[in-house]
T-cell receptor, first 113, second 118 residues
């Protein structure tokens, strides 16, 4: 059974700092991995999707990497801003790739001005 | 703009009553939608897969008679929490799968619905 874990559960950093969020998964046979952002009381916004054949994806100040063999992904946020404060979730598809996602617990990020 | 809309965004209901939450795909047809539940400070847990024109597929431990799912059209799935109790209070989020020959499957999430049972 696939399990997704995110560390740390919460992170507080000063504005401008670069930071890394971690995601690990137990079954390396994944089709892709996706990072989401969730603001308090809101739905999910997709940030980056990495296909299993890729090692990283970049979007602006965000860079996500994927190492299937070790069951790990990282989300790197450069030059953090207070507007980056949110919960970040990683997710992998259920084995049958039907659109069902298995989520990690999330990392709650707070960027202090 | 949003491609998946959920309504209502917030609802308060009395114990014992039923409440319906709608999930609509706005500019595409979705034969498959998904319903998740999220407790405070916790991750999203898949409740069920909603299939247009057929019965929903529930995850283990989810009571199908309590959480009724109907997917009567290609753009609308509804989740009805029947005989609601305070422990049903939670954040419910839907997602819809958009299928494209060019880009494969893309999943879009709704904005979520806060349910409070008093």
């Amino acid at each position: 059974k696939q399990e997704v874990t995110q560390i740390p559960a919460a992170l507080s950093v000063p504005e401008g700092e670069n930071l890394v969020l971690n995601c690990s998964f137990t079954d390396s046979a994944i089709y892709n991995l996706q990072w989401f952002r969730q603001d308090p009381g809101k739905g999910l916004t997709s940030l980056l999707l990495i296909q299993s054949s890729q090692r990283e994806q970049t979007s602006g100040r965000l860079n996500a990497s994927l190492d299937k063999s070790s069951g790990r992904s990282t989300l790197y946020i450069a030059a953090s801003q207070p507007g980056d404060s949110a919960t970040y979730l990683c997710a992998v598809p259920h084995y049958n790739q039907g659109g069902k996602l298995i989520f990690g617990q999330g990392t709650e990020l707070s960027v202090k001005p | 703009g949003a491609v998946v809309s959920q309504h209502p965004s917030r609802v308060i209901c009395k114990s014992g009553t039923s409440v319906k939450i709608e999930c609509r795909s706005l500019d595409f047809q979705a034969t498959t939608m998904f319903w998740y539940r999220q407790f405070p400070k916790k991750s999203l847990m898949l409740m069920a897969t909603s299939n247009e024109g057929s019965k929903a597929t529930y995850e283990q431990g989810v009571e199908k008679d309590k959480f009724l799912i109907n997917h009567a059209s290609l753009t609308l799935s509804t989740l009805t929490v029947t005989s609601a109790h305070p422990e049903d209070s939670s954040f419910y989020i839907c997602s819809a799968r958009r299928q494209s020959a060019a880009s494969g499957n893309t999943i879009y999430f709704g904005e979520g619905s806060w349910l409070t049972v008093v």
